[in-house]
Nanobody, 115 residues
Framework: QVQLVESGGGLVQPGGSLRLSCAASGSFFSGRTMRWYRQAPGKERELVAGITSGGTTNYADSVKGRFTISRDNAKNAVYLQMNSLEPEDTAVYYC?????????WGQGTQVTVSS
């Protein structure tokens, strides 16, 4: 059974930093691409960053240079370090993986950037 649990969200001032974590259960983790998505109120869910099993990363243009995705296969965990946060980064952030044709999601963690 695949379970993804996010943590680390919160309220931060513009320019601040947060580190999100996603803990994964199941034997699938080390061989799978992991992704972070986000969904702001009234907007569609969008891909923020992804990391392959080999460590290759990709980012949305809006977060390049500010966010860093990483993974620890020994801990079955994926992280999203978010620096220089902007109010536009306010959203619920979700951890995701796809196995065959099925997408698995965590429950999400709220990130609010506001002064």
């Amino acid at each position: 059974q695949v379970q993804l649990v996010e943590s680390g969200g919160g309220l931060v001032q513009p320019g601040g930093s947060l580190r999100l974590s996603c803990a994964a259960s199941g034997s699938f983790f080390s061989g799978r691409t992991m992704r972070w998505y986000r969904q702001a109120p009234g907007k569609e869910r969008e891909l923020v960053a992804g990391i392959t099993s080999g460590g290759t990363t990709n980012y949305a243009d809006s977060v390049k240079g500010r966010f860093t995705i990483s993974r620890d296969n020994a801990k079955n965990a994926v992280y999203l370090q978010m620096n220089s946060l902007e109010p536009e980064d306010t959203a619920v952030y979700y951890c995701n993986t796809r196995i065959v044709t099925r997408d698995y999601w965590g429950q999400g963690t709220q990130v609010t950037v506001s002064s």
